[in-house]
C-alpha cells in the first residue's frame, strides 16, 4: 500500500509520528487482496487543541475515508483506522458484490477480512427541485435563509449543477460537477 502523509493548516508530520502512521495501517493493508495498487492518504491538521486526522482510501469504485478528533494526534490516529477498520469489516461483502458486478471479477478484499451483511436503511423520501441558476454569493444567502446545511443550484458561472455546503468549522465550501 502507498502511503501519502501530509499536514495542513500549518501543521508539520515529524518523522515520529509519520512512523506510526504507517505501523498502524499495517493491518488495513492486509485487508486488501492488490495492496500495492491502494493508495492510503492521510492528512493530520489542527485546530487549536483539536487535533484532526483524516484518512481516505480511494479506489477504482469507491471511496473509503474516516476523521476523527481528539486532544492528541496519536490518539486521533487510532481513532480514525478503527473507524476505517470497521467500515471495512462491515462493508465487505457489499463491496466485492459491486465489484464483481461492475466488472466480473473476483474478491476486492483478501480472506482475512471476516465482513457481516450490512441492511441499509431504506430511502423513506424523495425530493425533486429545479436547481436556480445563480452566483455561489447568492446561494450562500439563499442557504442561510433557508437554514439548511447544504444547497444545490446550477452554478451561473459554468451552468453545472453544484452544491454548496456549511463545513463543520463554520465555513463554506462547495462541490463542483465536472
Keep these: 500500500m502507498k502511503i501519502n502523509i501530509h499536514g495542513k ?13 504507517e505501523e498502524q495501517l499495517l493491518p488495513i493493508e492486509k485487508m486488501f487482496r492488490m495492496a500495492e495498487s491502494v493508495t492510503a492518504n492521510v492528512v493530520c ?14 479506489t477504482k469504485y469507491l471511496i ?10 496519536f490518539k486521533a490516529v487510532d481513532l480514525a483506522l478503527e473507524k476505517l477498520e470497521k467500515q471495512l469489516l462491515r462493508h465487505k461483502k457489499k463491496i ?9 471479477v473476483g474478491n476486492y478484499f483478501s480472506e482475512l477480512v471476516q465482513g457481516e451483511e450490512v441492511e441499509h436503511k431504506p430511502v423513506v423520501k424523495e425530493k425533486t427541485v429545479d436547481l436556480p441558476i445563480m452566483s455561489v454569493e447568492e ?6 435563509l433557508l437554514d439548511h446545511d447544504f444547497f444545490m443550484f446550477i452554478n451561473e458561472e459554468n451552468h453545472k449543477p453544484t452544491t454548496l455546503y456549511l463545513r463543520n468549522d463554520g465555513n463554506y465550501a462547495v462541490i463542483k460537477s465536472k
Design 9 to 21: 493548516n500549518k501543521f508539520v508530520v515529524k518523522p515520529a509520528l509519520k512512523e506510526y502512521i
Design 45 to 58: 491538521k489542527e485546530y487549536g487543541d483539536t487535533k484532526t486526522v483524516e484518512v481516505t482510501i480511494p
Design 64 to 73: 473509503m475515508r474516516a476523521e476523527s478528533k481528539a486532544d492528541d494526534m
Design 96 to 104: 466485492n458484490s459491486i465489484i464483481r458486478k461492475r466488472d466480473g
Design 139 to 144: 446561494a450562500i444567502t439563499q442557504l442561510e
